[in-house]
């Protein structure tokens, strides 16, 4: 009896690899990594032991240089793989813990619509689910979609899309005004080198996009204010701030992530300086151009049921598509109090 190492081609070990992480052959590199990081995350962690990321990256990048369609260094697949692992946490598979670890996320479906497949979220890997192949109708993206009748039997929670987005109850200026009202501390000005700046939607001409709205001169505008502080390196932190006599007096915590940038919306509306979009619609969905980054949980939604297109000749514009859902995302745009024209 023959016995040892089976040596195989590029294309066979990819075959086989896919194969037993339910992908089908010809599948793009981009779902390939997604699943396999989603694999390789429950495999170390045993869906209970957080792992390091660099444990996670040097496992899933071991197993995606022999089966990668492309021929690409290192450097460059380990910052592919580092992407999906961003986006798997942005579809909320995938959770980050503090120093670097990361852990699978609780298994749920979402009910997107009465209408369509369920989108199923967590990190368990798509060859644990026991369902047929037919039955998982579309990937997208980090985004699995399960058929609606095959969803059921497999029992898992089910949350609407607002919470797995996690989307505030509240309209937007009652929401607004909780988070102004937070405590403020005295301030104390840290001695590594920073850039603060105010936003000012009320100074900015009418319809500029958020980007262009903060302020490093803000010796005359006493109150409240959303702040920005650059730190060494680029990193950035945002905080509501008391100004007086020229100088920020006192200030609250660091916001939550996507806090900032809903405060934004809904201190434009305030101001009544709102951002502007268009919405040309087509079947049951259209084409919305927007001039401003969304809010976390808006962007969730979006990159659930639409495609976001950067053009790099415009990198200020955000070009969204949709197929379906034209009804609701106009619903979610005029709740950030985006001036809309629709065509």
Same mark, same amino acid.
């Given at each position: ?42 495999? &170390?962690?045993? +869906?209970?032991? #957080?792992?390091?990321? %660099?444990? =996670? ?5 071991? *197993?995606?240089? !022999? ?51 369920? &989108?199923?979220? +967590?990190?368990? #890997?798509?060859?644990? %689910?026991? =369902? ?5 109708? *579309?990937?997208? !993206? ?202």
């Amino acid at each position: 009896m023959r016995s040892g190492l089976q040596i195989l081609s590029r294309r066979h070990a990819r075959t086989r690899i896919l194969k037993s992480l339910r992908l089908v052959p010809n599948e793009a590199d981009s779902v390939v990594w997604h699943e396999l990081v989603r694999s390789i995350v429950w495999t &170390l962690t045993r +869906g209970r032991t #957080p792992v390091h990321v %660099l444990r =996670l990256l040097n496992r899933a990048l071991d *197993a995606a240089q !022999g089966i990668a369609e492309e021929d690409m260094g290192p450097e460059a697949l380990r910052a592919e793989l580092r992407g999906s692992l961003n986006e798997l946490a942005m579809s909320g598979d995938l959770a980050e813990l503090d120093a670097g670890m990361w852990l699978p996320a609780p298994s749920r479906l979402v009910a997107m619509a009465p209408q369509d497949d369920m &989108l199923f979220v +967590g990190g368990l #890997p798509t060859r644990l %689910l026991n =369902l047929a192949p037919a039955d998982v109708m *579309a990937r997208k !993206g980090p985004f699995r979609f399960i058929r609606r009748a095959a969803a059921g039997p497999l029992s898992f929670p089910v949350e609407d899309m607002d919470e797995w987005a996690r989307r505030p109850d509240e309209p937007l200026q009652v929401w607004a005004a909780q988070i102004l009202a937070l405590p403020l501390l005295e301030h104390w000005e840290p001695t590594e080198s920073t850039r603060v700046e105010l936003y000012l939607p009320e100074r900015a001409p009418a319809g500029t996009p958020q980007f262009k709205r903060w302020s490093e001169h803000y010796g005359d505008v006493p109150g409240i204010y959303l702040a920005r502080r650059t730190r060494a390196f680029g990193t950035r932190e945002f905080r509501i701030v008391e100004v007086l006599s020229g100088r920020i007096a006192r200030s609250g915590a660091v916001l939550a992530r996507g806090e900032a940038r809903r405060l934004m919306y809904a201190l434009d509306l305030a101001a009544d300086n709102r951002t502007r979009g268009r919405w040309t619609a087509f079947g049951a969905g259209g084409r919305l151009v927007l001039t401003s980054v969304l809010p976390y949980a808006e962007s969730r939604i979006f990159a659930a049921l639409g495609v976001l297109t950067i053009n790099p000749e415009k990198l200020y514009e955000q070009p969204w598509a949709f197929v379906s859902h034209g009804e609701h995302i106009q619903e979610l745009v005029n709740a950030l109090s985006i001036q809309l024209n629709t065509q």
